[in-house]
């Protein structure tokens, strides 16, 4: 592959998108391997240290085709939202491709995909009572006078809510009451986007039936491989109350277990069950993003040949 400019606009950007199981993690190595890139992370619990078999992090074979980035970056009882998480990935992108490698962000977590991308603002902390104050104001007054409110206050963000879109009304006016700014001025402001010169999508398809049966054996190989020890270990170093990272699938089901709410067959079936709903919303997710291109993922090898050719005739080298 051509060499990345160094400029604070990268010459090109991969995604590999896709629900869980699909074999993006592979596909991404692969790729890398071929095109002299850095497969950077793009998933919400790979991005913890200690949280390996749970979140499924790319084992020693993958990492030794092509550097790897933001995999296990953050303490688990350090919190990270989209916001953060686009901030670190922009860093990351930039330093991949001023060093002249191609950045391959790779990942299930759409969201975090979405705002490196297209960008996202910090959403402020208000105090509770502006928003109890506001949803007092709903009943009273109803939509359309709160979101004539907004137009008069944001004309822009009024002209996206629909008027009957009553939690975001109440968002859009919790937020100029709590700062004196108006939603879209925070949204300007705050733009952790990458914009590189062109951007290519494409998630990783399978057929769902054998999705859903690599869901169910990914499962069974994360318990048999010591999800439960992995997740009292993190109990016993960060303890539970506050981390959210253990709220995350199949930590919460594990933690159920060590705290006697549950029994390992029940946790193993459950976190089954709702791995699989996960990845119908991650179908939904990527599916409604037009700028994805599916590829069929059920041979990493040739799908990540097929990428680096059509990045090749995509880009001209």
């Known amino acids: 592959m051509k060499s990345i400019k160094n400029s604070a606009a990268p010459e090109l950007l991969v995604i590999l998108g896709g629900p869980t199981a699909s074999g993006k993690s592979e596909t991404a190595a692969r790729l890398a391997a071929l095109a002299g890139g850095t497969v950077i992370s793009a998933d919400s619990v790979q991005i913890y240290e200690g949280m390996d078999i749970g979140s499924s992090k790319p084992g020693p074979e993958l990492l030794a085709m092509a550097p790897h980035s933001l995999l296990g970056v953050l303490r688990p009882d350090r919190r990270i939202n ?10 990351e992108i ?29 959403s402020p902390v208000i105090p509770a009572e502006i928003r109890k104050g506001l949803e007092n104001e709903l009943g009273s007054r109803g939509n359309a006078a709160l979101h004539s409110e907004l137009a008069g206050i944001d004309p822009e963000a009024a002209a996206k809510i629909h008027n009957n879109d009553a939690s975001r009304i109440i968002r859009a006016l919790e937020v100029f009451r709590g700062t004196g700014k108006t939603i879209t001025a925070l949204r300007n402001g705050t733009d952790p986007a990458v914009k590189a010169e062109k951007t290519l999508f494409y998630a990783m398809s399978i057929p769902r039936d054998e999705l859903y049966g690599r869901v169910e054996a990914r499962v069974d190989s994360m318990i048999s491989s010591g999800l439960l020890r992995e997740t009292e270990f993190l109990i016993r170093q960060y303890g ?6 253990l709220k995350s ?16 067959r029940s946790a193993v079936e459950e976190i089954k069950l709702l791995t699989k709903n996960y990845v119908k919303r991650q179908f939904t997710w990527f599916r409604n993003d037009k700028r994805y291109v599916w590829v069929d993922n059920r041979r990493p090898k040739d799908a990540a040949l097929h990428i680096y050719n059509d990045i090749r005739s995509n880009t001209g080298v």
Do not use: H
């Not at 539970?240 to 990272?245: I, K």
């Open 82 to 91: 989209a916001f953060a998480y686009a901030k670190l990935a922009r860093e």
């Open 94 to 122: 930039l330093r991949v491709s001023a060093s002249g490698s191609l950045p391959v962000l790779t990942g299930g977590t759409g969201l975090y995909i979405k705002a490196v991308v297209d960008g996202i603002f910090e």
């Open 240 to 245: 539970a109350g506050n981390v959210d990272a």
């Open 249 to 264: 699938l199949g930590y919460k089901q594990m933690r159920d277990v060590v705290e006697g709410r549950n029994d390992v």
